[in-house]
């Protein structure tokens, strides 16, 4: 896979339900970020977690992160109609302190 | 809450054309990137910018882009002789750190360029 390739593609889920979206990658990271981007809109930050810390939460994000794996996760817990939207993660390599490289992204649909 | 700005919103040139995109970052932040997202694809990084050069490129970013920073808020991507193949949404972006510490990027709301 390329790197920051996220899974599933696409996800439609029912509000208060979970939802869970992966991302794997190939490089050596100083830290990963997930973005949200709505529909013809900006990215908006969501949350950072870097290459020595394994989970992170915000709020409803749970964030985890497995470096031997090259891989990540981000759940959102008990989401909500304004959570459709589509999510990327974004690494920043090893190497390089200055770009992002995005995944193709997960496009989340929560269903009311 | 500050945020970065890109005019305009959308763009329509004819091949061949010179344009230039505008931004305004975030005025504390130093260090600027543009990125693009062809419909349907990835967001591509293109280049950033700190002290008044380029740090970084990509392969896409070739002789026909370049960008500027005028003046103490603008930055600006032109396209010298667009293609159609240049038809995307470019993001600007900011952030008031880099590498180990931080690489939070605000993005603007992008400038969708469509070349005929």
């Known amino acids: 896979s390329q790197q920051g390739e996220e899974d599933p593609q696409a996800l439609s889920i029912q509000e208060g339900e979970n939802a869970t979206m992966n991302c794997s990658y190939k490089?050596?990271?100083?830290?990963l970020q997930w973005y949200r981007q709505n529909s013809g809109r900006g990215l908006v930050h969501l949350i950072l977690?870097?290459?020595?810390?394994r989970e992170k939460h915000s709020g409803r994000l749970r964030v985890t992160l497995d470096t031997s794996k090259k891989s990540s996760s981000l759940l959102i817990t008990a989401s909500r109609a304004a959570d459709t939207a589509s999510y990327f993660c974004?690494?920043?390599?090893?190497?390089?302190?200055?770009?992002?490289?995005f995944g193709k992204g997960t496009l989340l649909t929560v269903n009311p | 809450e500050p945020e970065v700005t890109q005019t305009p919103s959308h763009q329509v040139t004819q091949m061949g054309q010179e344009v230039i995109l505008r931004c305004v970052p975030i005025?504390?932040?130093?260090?600027f990137y543009w990125y693009r997202q062809i419909l349907g694809q990835k967001v591509e990084f293109l280049v950033s910018?700190?002290?008044?050069?380029?740090?970084?490129k990509s392969e896409i970013f070739d002789d026909q882009f370049s960008v500027e920073r005028p003046d103490g808020s603008n930055f600006t991507l032109k396209i010298r002789s667009t293609k159609l193949e240049d038809s995307a949404m470019y993001f600007c972006?900011?952030?008031?750190?880099?590498?180990?510490?931080?690489?939070?990027?605000?993005f603007g709301a992008g400038t969708r360029l469509s070349v005929l």
């Open positions: 972006a900011s952030s008031d750190a880099a590498g180990l510490l931080s690489n939070i990027q605000y």
């Open positions: 490089t050596s990271i100083n830290n």
């Open positions: 977690i870097r290459s020595n810390e």
């Open positions: 974004a690494t920043d390599e090893e190497g390089s302190n200055y770009k992002l490289t």
């Open positions: 005025s504390n932040h130093l260090y």
């Open positions: 910018f700190y002290n008044n050069e380029i740090s970084e």
